[in-house]
């Protein structure tokens, strides 16, 4: 299909981005298009304006700072695959095709809050932080409350991602394990986990889990089975059962809800055995 009519507009400034977009109520940021351009074409979303980002230097970038990595909202996925960031890189690695990946961004992905998409694990699961720039100045949001639905999130007209903020994970073992129906294709079941040891015992571990909600979540109580125990066979199958309460998926092509439950814990079974192996 052919997306409706539009305006386009190329601001010179992200003040300039801001103040365009706080006028139109019915415009809409433009930033690699890789999420946004499939729904004009599906006529899912019909804005009268796209405001062009990628020439606004304010929003690019990937730098450490402290003991978070920063990283610019216009970053592409292919810039995130080969910052090596624990966790995040490999979850970069296995989004779509080389095209998307040189292309699409991390900041327009997961301002378009799709259920499916990738980073939403790592992210819950690093307990990464947004921050959000607008006319009012900046403000940082935890990216568990920025996510509120399916397609739809914290922002308000007006307001733009400008990065996102991520902890080192300094001596953690990580891991993202995607469940798709074919090589380039969104998640059925996404897993990513980030785990400390110290002497064999489990000191902190993270398990966030996409595609099987309306949002990302964060398997608490996973986490807790897991916690000051050493990894075995039978924690493991523990831990991945309870993973199945944070999943309510829907049946669609790519699954039944059934199937995509019982997946939960068959890939959440892999990830943390492929963690007892690094």
């Known amino acids: 299909m052919y997306p409706p009519k539009f305006g386009y507009v190329i601001p010179e400034s992200i003040k300039e981005a801001i103040e365009f977009l706080e006028s139109h109520d019915d415009a809409r940021p433009l930033a690699g298009g890789h999420s946004l351009i499939p729904m004009l074409k599906l006529r899912i979303i019909r804005p009268s ?3 062009e980002l990628k020439t606004l230097q304010e929003l690019k970038g990937l730098r450490k700072e402290g003991e978070n990595y920063v990283i610019g909202a216009l970053a592409t996925h292919y810039e995130v695959k080969n910052a090596k960031i624990p966790l995040l890189s490999q979850t970069a690695s296995v989004i779509a095709d080389p095209q998307v990946r040189n292309m699409g961004t991390i900041g327009g992905s997961i301002s378009n809050a799709d259920p499916l998409s990738d980073y939403p694990a790592p992210l819950i699961a690093m307990d990464a932080k947004v921050i959000i720039t607008s006319s009012k100045g900046e403000r940082q949001v935890e990216f568990s409350q920025f996510q509120k639905d399916m397609f739809t999130t914290d922002l308000s007209q007006g307001e733009l991602v400008k990065a996102i903020v991520v902890p080192l994970l300094q001596g953690y073992k990580t891991v993202y394990e995607k469940l798709e129906r074919k090589a380039g294709d969104y998640a059925i079941v996404g897993v990513a986990v980030a785990l400390k040891e110290e002497e064999g015992v489990i000191k902190d571990v993270r398990i966030g889990l ?3 909600n ?3 979540m964060r398997a608490k109580a996973s986490e807790e089975i897991l916690i000051n125990n050493s990894l075995s066979e039978d924690l493991i199958s523990k831990a991945a059962t309870a993973a199945i309460d944070y999943a ?8 039944s809800a059934e199937y995509k439950k019982k997946m939960v814990k068959v890939m959440t079974e ?3 055995k492929s963690l007892v192996r690094q």
Request: charged content about 20%; glycine content about 4%.
């Open 210 to 212: 996409t595609a099987v």
């Open 270 to 272: 892999k990830a943390l």
């Open 49 to 51: 304006y796209l405001v």
């Open 248 to 255: 309510n998926p829907t049946s669609d092509i790519r699954g």
């Open 214 to 216: 309306n949002k990302a």
